[in-house]
């Protein structure tokens, strides 16, 4: 089984509805991120969160919501989409405990704002 | 905002030719990491680099950290049509607990 799931995989809505990306990890790790991904743009930190109480912005929080409901969920919420927030989003973890923050990616969910 | 930029953005080649990717930045980094993240799937983590001038060698695949820890290499000898992907770079910022990633270059390697 996977250690960091992403539901759902392919999401395709409208402008204006609310969506939410959901994020689950069986690896214990204490901290959780969510990116998106652009072509040419690499990846791009939306929030991150290192323990149940923490949440924190990253680069481009604009839009976007989180909550992290356990240690092991994280989930991403678009409160109002629009096309620009088309593209790949990342969830991945990382262990508090080891100095070189190597981080663990989900597979991924494509989304596309029509 | 610290910056990552790599070079080339696209490379493609014939196998078994050599290649060097670039990441550069104008920031001092705590260690930098190199992804590669192949179609359909998230990054994984190839090496950590973490001591300016530290040089690591993973078979075919040589990891270079800059002196002044600004910047690094990857270089691929000898490449094959497995080493396709997308190759990012990352700068951790170990005080904030959280990295930088760079733009990524997409390797592909024709047989």
């Known amino acids: 089984d996977a250690d960091v799931t992403q539901t759902p995989r392919n999401r395709i809505t409208k402008t204006g509805k609310r969506i939410m990306l959901e994020c689950s990890q069986t690896?214990?790790?204490?901290?959780m991120y969510w990116y998106r991904q652009d072509p040419g743009l690499g990846l791009r930190l939306i929030y991150y969160s290192f323990d149940v109480k923490d949440i924190n912005k990253g680069e481009i929080s604009d839009g976007y919501s989180v909550s992290r409901q356990a240690q092991a969920k994280f989930s991403l919420s678009l409160e109002s989409a629009i096309p620009n927030q088309t593209a790949l989003y990342f969830c991945?973890?990382?262990?508090?405990?080891?100095?070189?923050?190597?981080?663990?990616f989900g597979p991924g969910t494509r989304l596309t704002v029509l | 905002t610290q910056l990552l930029e790599q070079s080339p953005q696209f490379l493609s080649i014939q196998e078994g030719e050599n290649l060097t990717v670039y990441c550069n930045s104008s920031s001092v980094f705590s260690s930098l990491q190199w992804y590669r993240q192949e179609p359909g799937e998230g990054p994984v983590l190839l090496v950590t680099v973490v001591t300016g001038g530290e040089v690591k060698k993973l078979k075919r695949l040589t990891f270079q950290f800059g002196d002044a820890r600004k910047d690094s290499s990857l270089h691929i000898t000898a490449a094959q049509t497995g080493d396709t992907g997308l190759y990012l770079c990352?700068?951790?910022?170990?005080?904030?607990?959280?990295?930088?990633f760079g733009d990524g270059t997409t390797l592909t390697v024709k047989p």
């Open positions: 690896k214990g790790h204490d901290r």
């Open positions: 991945a973890t990382s262990d508090l405990w080891v100095s070189n923050n190597e981080q663990f």
């Open positions: 990352a700068g951790l910022n170990t005080n904030a607990g959280k990295s930088t």
